[in-house]
């Protein structure tokens, strides 16, 4: 079951449960989605999730809800928080592949960072991203982001080296359109 937290035009974001583990683990075990994501090299069970998301199920970690639908499409949230600077890091990944290039990431990480901005007192948030997501980089870029640095040729991906470009945004940076 998902509750309306953070409510947008196309999704609304909900409190992520161990009831969600499911559905993770088949994402986060699907090469083509977790490509992008640092996680590609793990191998995770069901048992395993539902202990994360006991874990991070306690922060600010949200499944993204299709509004029309009411299916889970992805996960977002935020981790590496520091309250005392008001920073944090931004994750998110959108798990069904039919909503990929559809604008419900977008949406997702406006709510999120309206919310993180607005609620939790933010000034700063830091996204990493790999060189070769064209497609996420462009999103992140409309949403507000900021291209602060690279990390180059960090990660080894397919037999290829890429560069992990480290984004940022601030309240004055943030879109005003999901």
């Not at 992008?36 to 499944?63: C, M, P, Q, T």
């Not at 977002?76 to 005392?84: P, Y």
């Not at 990480?109 to 007192?121: A, K, P, Q």
């Not at 700063?124 to 070769?132: I, P, Q």
Request: glycine share 8%.
């Amino acid at each position: 079951m998902h509750f309306r937290k953070l409510v947008g035009n196309k999704c609304y974001l909900s409190p992520l449960s161990v009831e969600d583990a499911e559905q993770c683990t088949a994402w986060l075990n699907d090469l083509e989605v977790v490509r992008n994501l640092s996680r590609v090299s793990a191998v995770i069970g069901l048992d395993a999730e539902r202990e994360a998301l006991e874990k991070i199920g306690r922060e600010h970690n949200y499944a993204i809800v299709d509004l029309a639908t009411e299916a889970m499409i992805g996960v977002c949230g935020f981790f590496d928080t520091d309250r005392l600077n008001g920073t944090a890091e931004l994750g998110i990944f959108i798990g069904d592949k039919a909503y990929w290039s559809r604008g419900y990431g977008r949406e997702a990480m406006t709510l999120l960072l309206r919310y993180g901005f607005d609620y939790l007192n933010f000034e700063n948030v830091l996204l990493r991203v790999y060189s070769f997501n064209a497609r996420a980089i462009e999103s992140y870029k409309r949403v507000g982001f900021r291209e602060m640095g690279r990390r180059r040729r960090a990660l080894k991906r397919e037999r290829q080296f890429f560069d992990v470009i480290y984004m940022d945004i601030t309240p004055e940076d943030l879109s005003g359109d999901a």
